[in-house]
C-alpha cells in the first residue's frame, strides 16, 4: 500500500527516525520536535497509518496488527530508518513490524504498551459491538477529561477524525495481543528496546514489569503522556542521550 501521507524533515543525508503516533493520532503529534536539535542532526519520518489523520483507511483489508505492521516495515526500509519512535500502542504496531527481521531495528518506545494494564484506551473497544459505538463512547470520556487541557483537547479532535472502524479493529487487536502476550516481552525480542517515559502517566503493573526487565529506560519528567506535543525539547534531548 503506497501512502500518501509519509513526509521527511530534517538533514536529508543523515539517517532516518520512522515516528509512529499512538492511538487514533496522526503524525501532527510530532511537528514540535521539527524545532530541537534532535530534527537538525537525523532525518524525522513521519506518516499517518491507515485510516487516521489524513490517510484513508485500508480497502481491501482490516487495518490488523499484522496489515499494520506490513505497511510500517514497508516504509521504514522505503526511507531507510532503522530506528523507529513508537507513541503508545504504536510500540506494538512496531514490534509486529520490526519482527519480519530480526536484527538491526532499534524501537525507541515512547510510553508503549509493556503489559496488559496498558490498554487502558484502546482496550475498551471490546465493550462495544460496532465501531460507531466505541468512537462515539470514547470521544464522550474523553470530552470529559479534557476540559481546560490543551494537549487531551488536542488528542479528542485527532480521534474525531479516525476512521470509527479502523479505530475500533486496532483497539480490538490490541487488546488481543496483549492478554496472549507480554508486549514489553515481545518489544526486546525483535529489536534494541529503548523506553521514554514518565513515571506518574504508567500503571503499576507496567512499572513492576520494567524495573524487572532490564530495559533501558530514560525519564521525560513532567511530561505528558503526548510528550513530543508539550514537551519537546525534553523528547528530543532525550533521543539524542539514546542514540548517542
Not at 520490526?98 to 494494564?117: F, H, K, M, P, Y
Not at 529503548?194 to 513532567?222: F, H, Q, T, V
Request: with cysteine; hydrophobic share 40%; net charge negative.
Amino acid at each position: 500500500m503506497r501512502l500518501r501521507t509519509v513526509r521527511s524533515t530534517g538533514p536529508g543525508s543523515a539517517p532516518g527516525i520512522l515516528c509512529l503516533a499512538g492511538f487514533g493520532d496522526d503524525r501532527s503529534m510530532f511537528e514540535p520536535l521539527n524545532g530541537t536539535e534532535l530534527a537538525r542532526r537525523w532525518r524525522l519520518v513521519t506518516l499517518d497509518l491507515p485510516g487516521f489523520g489524513d490517510e484513508p483507511p485500508f480497502s481491501d483489508r482490516p487495518g490488523t496488527l499484522s496489515n499494520l505492521g506490513e505497511v510500517v516495515r514497508q516504509v521504514a526500509e522505503s526511507a531507510g530508518a532503522r530506528i523507529v519512535l513508537a507513541h503508545s500502542v504504536a510500540s506494538i504496531i512496531a514490534t509486529v513490524a520490526c519482527s519480519v527481521r530480526d536484527q538491526g531495528w532499534t524501537i525507541l518506545s515512547l510510553e508503549g504498551n509493556l503489559t496488559e494494564a496498558d490498554a487502558y484506551f484502546s482496550g475498551q473497544a471490546e465493550d462495544y459491538e460496532s465501531p460507531e459505538g466505541f468512537h462515539a463512547g470514547f470521544l464522550e470520556r474523553l470530552g470529559e477529561v479534557a476540559r481546560g487541557d490543551a494537549v487531551l483537547a488536542r488528542y479528542r479532535d485527532r480521534v474525531a477524525r479516525a476512521d470509527a472502524r479502523a479505530l475500533w479493529v486496532l483497539g480490538r487487536e490490541v487488546a488481543a495481543y496483549s492478554r496472549r502476550t507480554v508486549p514489553g516481552v515481545a518489544l526486546m525480542g525483535v529489536a534494541e528496546a529503548i523506553y521514554l517515559y514518565n513515571p506518574d502517566n504508567c500503571p503499576k503493573a507496567s512499572l513492576e514489569w520494567l524495573a524487572k526487565s532490564g530495559m533501558r529506560k530514560i525519564e521525560l519528567g513532567g511530561a505528558s503522556h503526548w510528550a513530543p506535543v508539550d514537551a519537546p525539547e525534553l523528547v528530543g534531548e532525550a533521543i539524542l542521550q539514546a542514540l548517542r
